[in-house]
């Protein structure tokens, strides 16, 4: 199994980003595929999260508003679409797979951990 995140870069305050999670060896229909960042000296923080049956999104409340998770079953891949990106935005992103399959996705007890890509907002 192998979670592959990439799309950080650095933007400017307000701009926007597309990250990518490319996901093989498991499929997007039997797990759920949940986001993450970490700042600088801060403990890894759930952002969003998709769940594997329906595809139902989940916000934390520093993405409501700004951010949509989105997935692409053929792709085997699951998107975050950030804009108004603010400075405090600014961390390592992760995404990590679930194989709970209830109504809800979660940002614990993981299965599966990808690498990070770098977010930097700035001016």
């Known amino acids: 199994v192998q979670l592959q995140a990439s799309g950080g870069g650095s933007v400017q305050p307000g701009g926007s980003l597309r990250l990518s999670c490319e996901v093989s060896?498991?499929?997007?229909?039997?797990?759920?595929i949940a986001w993450y960042h970490q700042a600088p000296g801060k403990e890894r923080e759930g952002v969003s999260c998709?769940?594997?049956?329906?595809?139902?999104?989940y916000y934390t409340e520093s993405a409501k508003g700004r951010f949509t998770i989105s997935r692409d079953i053929a792709k085997n891949t699951v998107y975050l679409q950030m804009n108004s990106l603010k400075p405090e935005d600014t961390a390592v992103y992760y995404c990590?797979?679930?194989?709970?399959?209830?109504?809800?996705?979660?940002?614990?007890?993981?299965?599966?951990w990808g690498n990070g890509t770098q977010v930097t907002v700035s001016s």
């Open positions: 060896g498991l499929s997007l229909r039997h797990y759920a």
């Open positions: 998709i769940t594997a049956i329906g595809g139902s999104p």
């Open positions: 990590a797979a679930d194989q709970r399959l209830g109504p809800r996705c979660y940002y614990y007890n993981m299965d599966y």
